[in-house]
């Protein structure tokens, strides 16, 4: 019997692309690891470089600061936009779709052609990204397209060993989440499997679930196509409850006593740069068979259209109606606007309602996004001054301010209340 091997050290770890999910591993890492390990983070903004070498977080993460703070003070993380020599290189760039749903790899490309010149052989190269069934060895074949005296074989003195381990945390939750999930873990090859393993062990205290690559990537995609599915059941519905004038928050909660019946929540359509995207990598990969998932991102999809339809419906006895929005984050009690339904919503109305006055409220951010601006007829107001004089008071994101917020203001008024929190 084989020796067991022996377990890898990592003296260089560089992390490709330092965004939500990049540069919170790459200060894992280097909080967490053995005291020798450096951690390089790579990205091509030179703006976000320059932030975190002065230690301070390019985006909102609760408690995240002062990790990052830390490690670059005491020298164990650096940013720069060269890709430099390293033991072990964690991919995490954005995996964008196309037109079709299919994946653009133009990132990972990039990320594999920049990664290739600093090879000598011996290192591990693991995706996180978000990708289709078979891109981790699309990403080697980049690899090895460029230096094809490497092999990514195991066992040779030449090997590059490649892996999948795809990130799981939940934006907003991710101090504990790094460091708390379960990983999945699948190398192309078995040794590419244990060094991926040994390197995620250094800082993350959950299950290593070990498989191979391509089912790691799916694994990630049936997570988020699960929850994907499941709001779509409960935003179909909210739509079968309108026409039927059924309660859905009621209905819902009442069916959800059932000892195994555990329904998600209805709303004005599902954002963000994960749920709302990873079901169509599943769809590209497998058209003919994946009816479900696509017939999910479909009904999900649509939700942001009836809201708007509803708007107008009740629009339509006013003149120049006043409209307080509340909210445009793509959830609540964040401030990430990405593929956010709300946003979208606010955009439309303006323009199919151009009499309206739309007052947006969002306490997280500090101005409206160019989106909006364009339009005269938005303007960025408190919850008091939109709602106010409003006619219209929609309420499209459950941020815990309008939850908290005083209702005798709404008395008269007509509310579209696409969350359920004042039912
Ligand atoms: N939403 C509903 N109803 C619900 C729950 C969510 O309409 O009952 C909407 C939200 O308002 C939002 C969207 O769905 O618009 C997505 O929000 P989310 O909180 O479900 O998920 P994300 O996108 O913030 O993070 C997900 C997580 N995946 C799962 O929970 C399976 C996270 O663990 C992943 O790491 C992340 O995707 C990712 O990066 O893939």
Redesign the pocket.
């Known amino acids: 019997m084989n020796a067991p091997a022996p377990e890898s050290h990592f003296g260089t770890v560089c992390v490709v692309g330092l965004g ?2 990049g540069l919170p591993t790459a200060a894992f890492i280097a909080s967490s690891g053995s005291t020798d390990t450096k951690v390089i983070g790579v990205d091509i903004k030179q703006s976000f470089v320059d932030q975190i070498n002065a230690g301070e977080v390019p985006f909102f993460e609760p408690d995240f600061e002062s990790l990052l703070a830390g490690v670059v003070a005491r020298g164990r993380l650096t940013a720069q936009t060269e890709t430099p020599e390293a033991d072990a290189y964690i991919v995490c760039v954005p995996t964008p779709f196309l037109d079709d749903h299919k994946v653009d790899p133009k990132y990972i490309k990039a990320a594999a052609e920049n990664i290739a010149p600093q090879l000598k052989g011996g290192e591990l190269i693991i995706l996180e990204s ?1 990708s289709p069934p078979g891109t981790t060895e699309k990403m080697a074949e980049y690899v090895l397209n460029a230096r094809p005296d490497l092999t990514a074989e195991d066992g040779h003195k030449n090997s590059v060993y490649f892996a999948h381990c ?7 939750r991710i101090m504990v ?1 790094m460091a708390e ?1 379960d990983r999945v873990i699948g190398g192309v090859t078995p040794r590419a499997t244990e060094m991926a393993r040994d390197l995620y062990s250094t800082f993350c205290k959950g299950e290593m679930l070990v498989t191979d690559a391509r089912t790691a990537e799916m694994a ?1 995609l049936t ?2 196509s ?3 599915v ?2 779509a059941f ?2 179909e519905l909210s739509l079968i409850c309108d026409e039927l004038g059924i309660n859905v928050w009621e209905l819902i909660e009442l069916a959800n006593h059932h000892p195994r019946v555990n329904i ?13 995207v ?1 079901p169509w990598f599943i769809v590209s990969a497998a058209p003919t068979t994946s009816r479900l998932v696509k017939m999910a991102r479909d009904v ?1 999809d649509s939700k942001p259209e009836y809201v708007i339809n509803r708007v107008i419906e009740r629009a339509e006895r006013f003149k120049a109606p006043i409209i307080a929005a509340l909210g445009i984050a ?3 009690d ?1 401030d990430d606007l990405r ?3 709300s946003l979208g919503i606010v955009d439309k109305l303006a323009d199919q309602i151009p009499d309206a006055q739309l007052r947006v409220v969002e306490p997280n951010v500090d101005e409206l996004p160019e989106r909006l601006t364009k339009h005269a007829n938005i303007s960025k107001a408190t919850f008091t001054e939109a709602v106010t004089d409003a006619d219209i008071v929609l309420l499209l ?2 941020h815990h301010q309008f939850k908290d917020a005083d209702r005798t203001l709404m008395e008269q008024k007509v509310v579209i209340d696409t969350k359920g929190i004042w039912r």
């Open positions: 939500y999910i978000t795809p990130e799981r945390v939940l934006p907003g989440e999930n990630k997570e988020n699960f929850r994907d499941n709001i409960a935003n998600l929540q209805p709303g004005p359509g599902v954002g963000g740069h994960c749920i709302a990873d999900n793509f959830k609540p964040i593929e956010s339904p994101v459950d």
